[in-house]
């Protein structure tokens, strides 16, 4: 089972500034097949990207994912107030086994 | 547009067993996987297994492995997640997903999830 640990596990910045948050494979992810959600509370998580780094629909630009094997990031350019949630890692693939990060928080400073 | 409703909330004994569905509408019920996820308060998603409606086959999480059961209606277009011997730790929020595509792909789809608490 491939294990995702994500970092931080809390992130306190300000609207507009620029978030970095890290998902770490304890080994190599097929095909990039990483993905990220965002869950606000109350709310099923929202998917964001896919494939490491090709956006889902209707997803601003300012999200951007990129890495790959076992390393990952999801960067947000300029945080909007909506942006604050807790953000997840997936990885998939043919195996169909399905892993999560533990999810870093996102939290206005 | 692709829509997953999903049963009510449920209180529940330590021991017993709990049935939530997904009635899915929008799309071929069949042609794509139903994954479920579930989310204990203030904690983390945990992936629990997955079913094709079509052919009724499934893959769980090796921690569920001995306790759910993940079936389907085609009929009516439902699927159903059975938990059995409760513990309370299984308190949580309890969602189905469907995946994009073919198996293995991402979760673009997501009920609004079932709370079951179990409490004596």
């Known amino acids: 089972e491939i294990v995702l640990t994500q970092s931080p596990g809390t992130l306190s910045l300000s609207p507009g500034e620029r978030a970095t948050l890290s998902c770490r494979a304890s080994?190599?992810?097929?095909?990039?097949?990483l993905a990220w959600y965002q869950q606000k509370p109350g709310q099923a998580p929202r998917l964001l990207i896919y494939?490491?780094?090709s956006r889902a629909t209707g997803i601003p630009d300012r999200f951007s994912g990129s890495g790959s094997g076992t390393d990952f990031t999801l960067t947000i350019s300029r945080l909007e107030p909506e942006d604050f949630a807790v953000y997840y890692c997936?990885?998939?693939?043919?195996?169909?086994?399905?892993?999560f990060g533990q999810g870093t928080k996102l939290e206005i400073k | 547009q692709v829509q997953l409703v999903q049963s009510g909330a449920e209180v529940k004994k330590p021991g017993a067993s709990v049935k939530v569905s997904c009635k899915a509408s929008g799309y071929t019920f069949t042609s794509y996987d139903i994954n479920w996820v579930r989310q204990a308060t203030g904690q983390g998603l945990e992936w629990m297994g997955w079913?094709?409606?079509?052919?009724?086959?499934?893959g769980y999480a090796q921690k569920f492995q001995d306790r759910v059961t993940m079936t389907r209606n085609t009929s009516i277009s439902t699927a159903y997640m059975e938990l059995s011997s409760l513990r309370s730790d299984d308190t949580a929020v309890y969602y189905c997903?469907?995946?994009?595509?073919?198996?293995?792909?991402?979760?673009?789809?997501w009920g609004q999830g079932s709370l079951v608490t179990v409490s004596s």
């Open positions: 079913m094709n409606p079509n052919s009724g086959n499934t």
């Open positions: 494939g490491a780094s």
């Open positions: 997903a469907r995946v994009y595509s073919v198996p293995g792909t991402t979760f673009p789809y």
């Open positions: 080994q190599s992810v097929s095909s990039s097949f």
């Open positions: 997936q990885q998939y693939g043919s195996s169909l086994q399905y892993t």
